[in-house]
């Protein structure tokens, strides 16, 4: 079974863990290490001969230029991650809209073809920013991967449905492949485990994740989604003075994280998220169509 393989581009300074101390204006007075951390990781997927999905910050994309170019010239899924890495549910309808549209402009004007998928900074599509599906619809995207059924402080939609599935809105559908997780029974109670990637790889034995991955594909039959950053595989990057809980959340294991990537790479198969999902005329996994909106709700 064929797996989705992601990364979402963006530098050390612009994730969501950092914005308290972490000035929009001052992103360019950081040194920047995207374009050298992303060259690191095509290199790595080329060593595996594998195609990947880059979900790529419009901001990246507007300065880096040529990384863009490279993603798009190795083989890979170019798709969009939104301009400013502003979490949805903190934006308001015409101030999102502004922010896709831009991304999606200037990634096609880079690789001449058309965006397919989006994912929100942060998985910041819950059951507080619905609406932006229908923006998401609206401006011509064909899935999203926004979406983690899980109860986290700063994401999250529990409950919801954990598979590739349609989400049907007002003005069309969009498929959504959710964040992986893994259900599993303890003292009589089932819990719903984040093994998608990103801090839950880091954090967790590379072991665990691969077992529950197989379990997802084997038992369930099921693709699983695979996601991590190009800053995850430099434990060189420069320390951002933050709060004790960003500093664990963004510099936990980053020594350990190639190493697990590289085992779950050897271990699965793994293809762009658009073939995943039979989007660019392969077929793909079928099960879960014609979910409703209400098969998202706790």
């Not at 393989?5 to 914005?19: K, N, S």
């Not at 998401?136 to 449905?161: A, K, M, R």
């Not at 594909?217 to 991590?228: G, I, T």
Request: charged share 20%; hydrophobic share 40%; net charge negative.
């Amino acid at each position: 079974m064929r797996n989705a393989l992601t990364i979402d581009v963006e530098d050390y300074f612009q994730v969501t863990a950092f914005d308290g101390v972490v000035k929009r204006q001052d992103w360019m007075v950081y040194p920047s290490r995207v374009e050298n951390n992303t060259r690191r990781v095509l290199d790595l997927l080329a060593e595996f001969s594998l195609s990947g999905t880059f979900f790529v910050l419009g901001w990246v994309a507007e300065h880096y230029p040529g990384v863009v170019r490279a993603i798009a010239n190795g083989g890979h899924e170019v798709a969009c991650h939104g301009y400013g890495h502003d979490l949805v549910y903190n934006l308001q309808p015409d101030a999102f809209r502004a922010d896709v549209r831009r991304c999606k402009a200037l990634l096609e004007d880079l690789t001449g073809v058309p965006v397919l998928g989006y994912r929100a900074p942060s998985y910041s599509i819950t059951s507080n920013s619905m609406w932006a599906l229908d923006i998401l619809i609206e401006e011509g995207f064909t899935y999203d991967s926004s979406i983690f059924p899980i109860v986290h402080d700063n994401y999250g939609i529990p409950g919801s449905q954990r598979f590739p599935y349609d989400i049907v809105r007002p003005g069309g559908s969009i498929r959504e492949f959710p964040l992986t997780t893994l259900a599993v029974n303890f003292a009589g109670r089932r819990i719903i485990l984040p093994i998608a990637g990103g801090g839950y790889l880091r954090l967790l034995p590379a072991g665990i994740v691969l077992w529950g991955m197989r379990s997802i594909n084997s038992a369930d039959k099921q693709p699983v989604v695979l996601y991590f950053h190009p800053w995850e595989l430099d434990p060189d990057q420069p320390r951002i003075k933050a709060g004790l809980r960003s500093r664990f959340r963004h510099y936990l294991n980053l020594d350990t994280t190639e190493d697990k990537v590289r085992s779950l790479l050897s271990e699965l198969r793994f293809d762009t998220m658009a073939r995943v999902l039979g989007l660019d005329g392969r077929n793909g996994d079928e099960s879960g169509r014609e979910a409703s909106l209400e098969a998202l709700q706790p």
